[in-house]
């Protein structure tokens, strides 16, 4: 079988120019066949905000009205993610900028609603593995923004982390898969206020016991629930930590096992 890299970049990164190319420049170096899936919520709220739109945030996710919707397919489907495909072809690597809905790759079902109405946020449901595929042999890499559709006309906003896990399940049938999540901090800290104290190595149990803790919170929860989703689903390994994690001169970051 042979190996795919999954890298994951969110707002902090790509709303910071110089991390930005910076980032890019590895992510193009990176040896191998190779995915990259962006966030950009910062930006649609910034966005949404100069239009008069209030952004509503609940356990992490978007509530995605109409309005909230247009906003962000302009600033994912469009700004975000074209500005880094081009930043791309500028390093030489042939990207190709995505959504759920372009060769169907990533679809979804409209999260029912609950206690909680999010609008139009879709969990993904199907992986078009093979399709993906078919870029990757061609020799293109592609860029998946956070958005999904529902097969029925319908774009829905999915969570970076979360599109970053499923395709990466999804591409397991095919490849040995490894996601890297890269964001501002070193990796999962022990002391949140101290940068150094990255811990290395997180296992089902060394999870439970930062949960029962409260050491693992925001943003955090998620991205870990999604990790353990991916492991049980085929994922072979999976890493946390800072953009530089992506050369072989760090190795100050987490790695997630089960
Ligand atoms: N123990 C922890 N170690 C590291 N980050 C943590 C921890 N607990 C909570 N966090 C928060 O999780 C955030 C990363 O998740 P998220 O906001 O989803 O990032 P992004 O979307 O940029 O990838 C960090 O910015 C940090 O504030
Ligand atoms: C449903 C939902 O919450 N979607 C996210 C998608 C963007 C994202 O995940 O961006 P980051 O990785 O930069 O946080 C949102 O709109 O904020």
């Given at each position: 079988m042979g190996k795919l890299?999954?890298?994951?970049?969110?707002?902090?990164?790509i709303?910071?120019e110089t991390?930005?190319i910076?980032f890019l420049?590895l992510?193009?170096?990176?040896e191998?066949k190779?995915?990259?899936?962006?966030g950009?919520?910062?930006?649609?709220?910034?966005v949404?905000s100069?239009l008069g739109?209030?952004?509503?945030m609940?356990?992490?996710r978007?509530?995605?009205d109409?309005?909230?919707?247009?906003v962000i397919?302009?600033v994912?489907?469009g700004?975000v993610n074209?500005?880094i495909v081009?930043?791309?072809?500028?390093l030489n690597?042939?990207?190709?900028?995505?959504?759920?809905?372009?060769?169907?790759?990533?679809?979804s079902?409209?999260r029912?609603?609950?206690?909680?109405?999010?609008g139009?946020?879709?969990d993904?449901?199907q992986v078009?593995h093979?399709?993906?595929?078919?870029?990757i042999?061609a020799?293109f890499?592609p860029?998946?923004?956070a958005?999904?559709?529902d097969?029925?006309?319908?774009?829905?906003?999915?969570?970076a982390?979360?599109?970053?896990?499923q395709?990466?399940?999804g591409m397991?049938?095919?490849?040995k898969t490894?996601?890297?999540?890269?964001f501002e901090?070193n990796?999962?800290?022990?002391?949140i206020?101290?940068?150094n104290s990255?811990?290395?190595h997180?296992?089902?149990?060394r999870?439970k016991n930062?949960?029962?803790?409260?050491?693992i919170a925001?943003g955090?929860?998620?991205?870990?629930?999604n990790?353990f989703?991916?492991l049980n689903?085929?994922?072979s390994t999976?890493?946390m930590?800072?953009?530089?994690?992506l050369?072989?001169?760090?190795?100050?970051f987490?790695t997630i096992t089960?």
């Amino acid at each position: 079988m042979g190996k795919l890299s999954i890298v994951k970049i969110g707002g902090n990164i790509i709303e910071d120019e110089t991390s930005l190319i910076a980032f890019l420049k590895l992510f193009s170096n990176l040896e191998g066949k190779k995915i990259l899936v962006h966030g950009g919520g910062k930006r649609a709220t910034l966005v949404a905000s100069k239009l008069g739109i209030a952004s509503k945030m609940i356990n992490g996710r978007r509530i995605t009205d109409a309005e909230t919707l247009e906003v962000i397919t302009m600033v994912y489907g469009g700004l975000v993610n074209k500005n880094i495909v081009a930043k791309l072809q500028a390093l030489n690597t042939n990207a190709i900028g995505l959504t759920g809905a372009d060769i169907n790759s990533v679809a979804s079902d409209k999260r029912p609603v609950k206690d909680i109405d999010f609008g139009f946020v879709g969990d993904v449901k199907q992986v078009a593995h093979e399709s993906i595929d078919k870029l990757i042999q061609a020799d293109f890499t592609p860029v998946f923004c956070a958005i999904t559709h529902d097969g029925n006309g319908q774009l829905l906003n999915t969570n970076a982390d979360t599109i970053t896990s499923q395709v990466a399940v999804g591409m397991s049938k095919l490849y040995k898969t490894s996601i890297y999540y890269c964001f501002e901090l070193n990796g999962v800290l022990e002391d949140i206020n101290d940068k150094n104290s990255v811990v290395k190595h997180i296992d089902s149990e060394r999870y439970k016991n930062l949960l029962e803790k409260g050491i693992i919170a925001d943003g955090m929860l998620p991205k870990l629930e999604n990790c353990f989703d991916a492991l049980n689903n085929g994922v072979s390994t999976i890493n946390m930590g800072n953009t530089s994690m992506l050369t072989q001169e760090n190795d100050n970051f987490t790695t997630i096992t089960l």
